[in-house]
């Protein structure tokens, strides 16, 4: 079976479960773990921060990063499809005790003009803005890249009105891996910075949140509050580390299968693809034809390929480090037959 429902369905390779079952582990709420610390400070020097902090998940990343940086009753101004807003269960409002303010972004994209005009004015009849969140690559937009000029002027923009900025970046290595610009050149516009392991970069488990000394200090409290402190998680540890050290420079195959895929199945009739929308990983597919997103998700299940119905027209394809070329080419024949069912 072909998987190409998410990146998080990536599996162990074999040297990175070598490197996992000869970790050195110890207990990391006592931050004794050799492999956790090791991950958390190479992680930090990538993206030129001070500290990081390793956790189980990339919405608890980014939850805390909320936290960190709002006090109860602050508002939050975020891209209307991005994940903090809509994929995280509502943790906003239960955990920090925010609103969230959503702005109509261009494939994921939020101007600084948007941001500056919705930032909320200085007086007791409204929320406090204190934090603008930003998604690099964002997923619901199909692994865009937010463009690093507009995060800059975000990020100037925060600073002159003393608001604080997050990026969830739990697919930044994609971006960088795309674009070329270093990780840290897109973490230094933001205070704090949240990045993945599992996703693209095939690890089993966990995320970071990456920050000053002080925030990350007060952020490995919000872990602990969540249930999110770990003993001996250095086994764990070790295959994102693995990953860290490794995987990075893979990226640039499944963007390029993600880009044979777009443009195959762009030609079939009662499928399009916004090309220029496909900048990573992620393959945005609408169905034209007299098919919902769901009736060809299950389609392509009987020809052996799995593939998310993300709206009623709209599939998400992505591809990852256990999707070859000829597995690409294969989903491409899937989707060619299909094709032949569907087209209006």
């Known amino acids: 079976m072909i998987d190409i429902r998410s990146d998080t369905v990536t599996k162990p390779t074999p040297a990175m479960r070598a490197f996992m079952a000869n970790a050195d582990v110890g207990d990391d709420v006592y931050r004794e773990d050799p492999m956790v610390r090791a991950l958390e400070e190479e992680t930090a020097a990538l993206l030129g921060k001070e500290a990081a902090l390793y956790v189980p998940s990339g919405t608890m990343s980014n939850q805390i990063g909320v936290w960190v940086n709002t006090r109860e009753g602050d508002e939050v101004i975020c891209e209307r499809d991005c994940h903090i807003y809509n994929y995280e269960a509502g943790a906003p409002a239960l955990l920090s005790r925010v609103l969230m303010k959503t702005l109509q972004g261009a494939r994921g994209v939020i101007s600084a003009a948007q941001v500056e ?21 964002h997923n619901k937009a199909g692994g865009t890249i937010y463009p690093r000029e507009e995060m800059e002027r975000i990020s100037d923009l925060c600073k002159r009105a003393d608001m604080r900025l997050h990026l969830d970046g739990a697919r930044l290595w994609n971006a960088s891996a795309a674009t070329g610009i270093p990780e840290r050149d897109y973490a230094e516009l933001a205070d704090t910075v949240s990045v993945c392991f599992s996703k693209g970069l095939g690890a089993p488990v966990g995320s970071a949140l990456c920050g000053s000394q002080e925030v990350i200090e007060r952020a490995r409290r919000k872990r602990k509050i969540l249930g999110g402190g770990m003993r001996q998680a250095g086994i764990i540890a070790a295959g994102a580390l693995y990953a860290l050290r490794n995987h990075r420079t893979r990226l640039v195959e499944d963007h390029a299968n993600a880009r044979r895929l777009a443009e195959a199945v762009n030609e079939l009739p009662g499928i399009k693809v916004d090309l220029e929308g496909v900048h990573t990983n992620i393959v945005m597919i609408e169905i034209t034809g007299n098919a919902t997103a769901q009736q060809v998700s299950t389609m392509m299940k009987e020809e052996g390929v799995l593939i998310n119905a993300m709206r009623p027209k709209v599939l998400r394809a992505v591809t990852h480090l256990d999707v070859s070329s000829g597995d690409v080419e294969k989903a491409i024949e899937a989707f060619a037959r299909i094709s032949r069912k569907i087209r209006s």
């Open 117 to 137: 005009e919705a930032v909320n004015p200085s007086n007791i009849h409204a929320a406090a803005t204190t934090l603008v969140c930003l998604e690099n690559t």
